[in-house]
C-alpha cells in the first residue's frame, strides 16, 4: 500500500496496492466498485484528523514530561509513578503511597540496634543538613528515614542532657549561702561584741513570764538562718489580729546565736515577745544528749549511703534522678531539722505550740490554730490537697520509703498514702509526752544501721530516703489530726506556682519547700515578691550587705 500526495497540497490523496508482476507501479483506482482500486480520501474527511493531533500531541509530551519530572522526586520509580498519574487522573494515590512508604521506613529505622551508632554518628546536626544530605546523595527513603530519627533521638538525648545538667546547677546553687546573709551573720556578730544593747536580756524581765504562760500563743522556730527567722515573725505579727498574745521562741546553734540574738535585741518587733535560746545553753541529761548523738550518726550513715549509690547512676539518661537531689541537700543532715523530734524535751513547761520552719511567710491570723480540737492527736497537720483528696499536697509514702525491703514491706505503712506536710504543725506536747513516739523514732533509726540478711537489699540504711520526715511519718503513725488544707500550702521551692492564685492568697502559711528557697538568686521571681515585702530593707544591717527584695 502507498500513499501519494501532490506537491500542490492535500488536494487528495491515493492509496493503491501493487500488484506483484502487474506491470506499472502506479494504477490508480479510478474506477467505481472495483475490488483493487484505491481508497480515496477527501480533503473534508483528512483535514481534521491532522489538525486534532497537532494540537494534542504536543499537550501529550508536555504532559508527560512533568510527570517524569515530578515522578523523579517522589517516587523510586519514574514509569510506575506515571503510570499511576497518567492513567489513574488521581494526585491523591501516589501522596498517600508515598505517606505510608515514609511511615513504614520510620518505623523500621531502629537506630537502638547494631548499627545505630554509626547512624547516630552520621547523623546531621540540624534539618538544612539533614535536606542537604539526602538531595546531594540522593539516598532511598529508609536512608532517608534512618537519618532522620536519629538526629531526632541525639537532638531528644541532648535535650534531656541539658536538663539534667540543670537541675545539678540548680540543686549545687540551692546549698550556698549567699553572700549578703553571710555578710549580715558576721555585722550581727560584731554588733553582738561591741554594742551593749545587741547582748540586752530576749525577752526583757517584764516579759520572762509569758515565755510559759498558757494563756499566750506559742510559735516555736528551729533555724540557723537569721535573714528568713525575721521574715517570719515579721510577717507573723504583720498579719495577727492579737500580736501583743504571740510568743516566739527560737531554737538555734552556736554558731548563729549571737547573730540572731543581736538582730533582735537592736530590730524590736512590736508587741510580740521573741526569746532567742542557742543548743548549748540547754542542760540536757546524759540521756538526751547520747539519743541526739546517736540520731546525727544514723541520718548521717543513710545520707551517704544515698549519695553513693547516686554517685553510681547515669545521670545523664535516667528519669526521676532530681527528685535524688532534692534529699541529698545538705539539710538533711541539718541538726536542726532533726531536733523537732525533741520538742518535748525543748519546752519542758510548754503545753501546745505552732511549730514553724524558717522557709514560711505567714498571710493570715494563726490564733485559731491554738484552739483546733485534735481529738486526742499529738500533731495538727495538712495531709488533704486543695486539690482534693487524691491529690497529695506533698508526696506519697512510696516517694519516701522503700517498699521492696521486708522490713517496710510487712509494715502497715499504705503504699499509695498521702504524707502529712512537715513546716506549719499544731503539737499537742502534753499528749506527746504520754506516748512513746520519741522511742519509736529511735526504735526505727536503729532497724536502720542494723544490717540486713540479704545483702541484696543493701542493708536497712535503704529503708528510706534521707531527711526528718520518714521516720516521723512512722513515728507519728495513727496520731496525726488533719487541718484545713487552706492552713498551709507548700511546695514553692519547687514550681513556679503549685497553685491558682486565689489558693495562694487564700493559705495561712506560705512554705517555700525545695531548692528554690527566696532568699536565693534561684528564687522564683513570682512568689518571691511575696516574701521579699516583709524584707526590711530600711534596716542598717540589711543595707551594708546590700540585701535587696
Known amino acids: 500500500m502507498k500513499f501519494y500526495i501532490s506537491a500542490s497540497g492535500i488536494k487528495r490523496v491515493t492509496v493503491s496496492n501493487d500488484v ?19 481508497r480515496r480520501l477527501s480533503q473534508r ?26 515522578s523523579a522526586a517522589i517516587c523510586s520509580s519514574s514509569l510506575e509513578c506515571m503510570g499511576w498519574r497518567f492513567f489513574g487522573g488521581s494526585d491523591s494515590f501516589p501522596v498517600s503511597n508515598l505517606r505510608e512508604e515514609l511511615a513504614k521506613a520510620l518505623m523500621e529505622a531502629d537506630v537502638d540496634d547494631k548499627d545505630g ?22 539516598q532511598d527513603m529508609k536512608a532517608f ?45 560584731e554588733e553582738y561584741a561591741v554594742n551593749a544593747i545587741a547582748r540586752s536580756r530576749l525577752p526583757s524581765p517584764e516579759f520572762v513570764n509569758r515565755l510559759t504562760s498558757s494563756s499566750f500563743h506559742h510559735i516555736v522556730l528551729l533555724t540557723d538562718n537569721v535573714l528568713a527567722t525575721s521574715v517570719v515573725i515579721s510577717s507573723a505579727v504583720k498579719n495577727s489580729a492579737n500580736p501583743e498574745k504571740l510568743v516566739f521562741h527560737i531554737v538555734t546553734d552556736k554558731k548563729t546565736y549571737t547573730p540572731m540574738h543581736a538582730w533582735f535585741a537592736v530590730s524590736p518587733i512590736g508587741s510580740a515577745v521573741v526569746e532567742v535560746k542557742g543548743l548549748h545553753q540547754y542542760d540536757w541529761s546524759h540521756k538526751v544528749n547520747v539519743g541526739v548523738s546517736e540520731m546525727l550518726r544514723i541520718h548521717r550513715l543513710i545520707w551517704n549511703h544515698s549519695y553513693n549509690n547516686f554517685q553510681e547512676e547515669d545521670f545523664e539518661y535516667e528519669e526521676g534522678n532530681e527528685r535524688n537531689l532534692a534529699v541529698l541537700s545538705p539539710s538533711c543532715l541539718s541538726l536542726m531539722n532533726h531536733l523537732r523530734i ?60 522503700n517498699f521492696t525491703n521486708p522490713i517496710i514491706a510487712s509494715s502497715t ?34 532497724l536502720v544501721s542494723i544490717p540486713s540478711i540479704d545483702s541484696s537489699l543493701n542493708s536497712g540504711l535503704a529503708l528510706w530516703r534521707p531527711g526528718a520526715l520518714p521516720p516521723a511519718l512512722i513515728a507519728f503513725e495513727g496520731h496525726v489530726h488533719p487541718i484545713d488544707p487552706s492552713w498551709h500550702l507548700s511546695g514553692l521551692g519547687y514550681q513556679l506556682s503549685p497553685a491558682p492564685p486565689q489558693i495562694l492568697q487564700a493559705a495561712a502559711v506560705l512554705h517555700f519547700s525545695g531548692p528554690a528557697k527566696p532568699w536565693l538568686e534561684i528564687g ?26
Open 342 to 401: 525533741y520538742l518535748p524535751e525543748l519546752f519542758p513547761d510548754l503545753s501546745k505550740i505552732v511549730f514553724l520552719d524558717d522557709d514560711v511567710v505567714v498571710q493570715h491570723d494563726l490564733s485559731s490554730l491554738w484552739e483546733i480540737n485534735l481529738h486526742g492527736k499529738i500533731v495538727g497537720a495538712v495531709v488533704d490537697s486543695w486539690c482534693g483528696r487524691e491529690c497529695c499536697p506533698g508526696r506519697k509514702y512510696k516517694d519516701y520509703f
Open 145 to 189: 528515614a534512618f537519618k532522620t530519627k536519629a538526629m531526632m533521638v541525639k537532638m531528644e538525648r541532648k535535650i534531656q542532657s541539658a536538663r539534667h545538667r540543670e537541675s545539678i546547677y540548680w540543686h549545687l546553687a540551692s546549698h550556698g549561702v549567699p553572700k549578703g546573709l553571710h555578710c549580715l551573720c558576721l555585722k550581727l556578730a
Open 117 to 138: 551508632g554509626v547512624w547516630m554518628e552520621s547523623s546531621p546536626t540540624s534539618f538544612k543538613d539533614l535536606v542537604e544530605d539526602v538531595t546531594s546523595n540522593k
Open 45 to 70: 474527511t483528512v483535514f481534521p484528523v491532522v489538525l486534532m493531533l497537532g494540537i494534542v500531541l504536543p499537550c501529550l509530551f508536555l504532559r508527560v514530561a512533568f510527570i517524569v519530572l515530578e
Open 413 to 446: 505503712l499504705d503504699y499509695s498514702r498521702c504524707g502529712w506536710l512537715y513546716g506549719m504543725n499544731v503539737f499537742d506536747l502534753m499528749a506527746w509526752r504520754k506516748t512513746n513516739i520519741t522511742a519509736a523514732y529511735h526504735q526505727w533509726l536503729k
Open 524 to 549: 522564683f521571681p513570682e512568689v518571691r515578691s511575696i516574701w521579699n515585702q516583709h524584707v526590711n530593707l530600711s534596716n542598717e544591717f540589711i543595707r551594708k550587705c546590700r540585701i535587696t527584695g
Open 20 to 38: 506483484a508482476g502487474g506491470g506499472g507501479g502506479s494504477g490508480g483506482m479510478k474506477g467505481k466498485g472495483t475490488a483493487s482500486s484505491g
